[in-house]
Nanobody, 125 residues
Framework: QVQLVESGGGLVQAGGSLRLSCAAS????????MGWLRQAPGKEREFVAS????????TYADSVKGRFTISRDNTKSTLYLQMNSLKPEDTAVYYC??????????????????WGQGTQVTVSS
């Protein structure tokens, strides 16, 4: 399995930006579809964005489309999430996750088999 460690979370005002990173180790990073998911207090974990092995294929939740950008650097075994125009409703713990079975981006949290510990993002109004 791949080990994942997120960083870059914090407190930001509405309209601001943050860049999350997820460092991977243990297995060949380039053979994993990667995703970002989030969980707000009292809510279920929800999909945010996903990216294919090569980085060519991406998909986003409607709530973040046009504001967030997922990317990866396979030479550094690192996944990124650039978050712009942040809103208070983006407040959540953000997790990176890896899918090992197919090179298909997915909005379904259940297909991701490895997860990081999460990083808190808080957006103040």
């Amino acid at each position: 399995q791949v080990q994942l460690v997120e960083s870059g979370g914090g407190l930001v005002q509405a309209g601001g930006s943050l860049r999350l990173s997820c460092a991977a180790s243990g297995r060949t990073f380039s053979r994993y579809v990667m995703g970002w998911l989030r969980q707000a207090p009292g809510k279920e974990r929800e999909f945010v964005a996903s990216i294919s092995w090569s980085g060519v294929g991406t998909t986003y939740a409607d709530s973040v489309k046009g504001r967030f950008t997922i990317s990866r650097d396979n030479t550094k075994s690192t996944l990124y999430l650039q978050m712009n125009s942040l809103k208070p409703e983006d407040t959540a713990v953000y997790y990176c996750a890896a899918r090992s079975d197919y090179d298909l981006v997915s909005t379904n949290p259940q297909v991701y088999s490895s997860w990081g510990q999460g990083t808190q993002v808080t957006v103040s109004s």
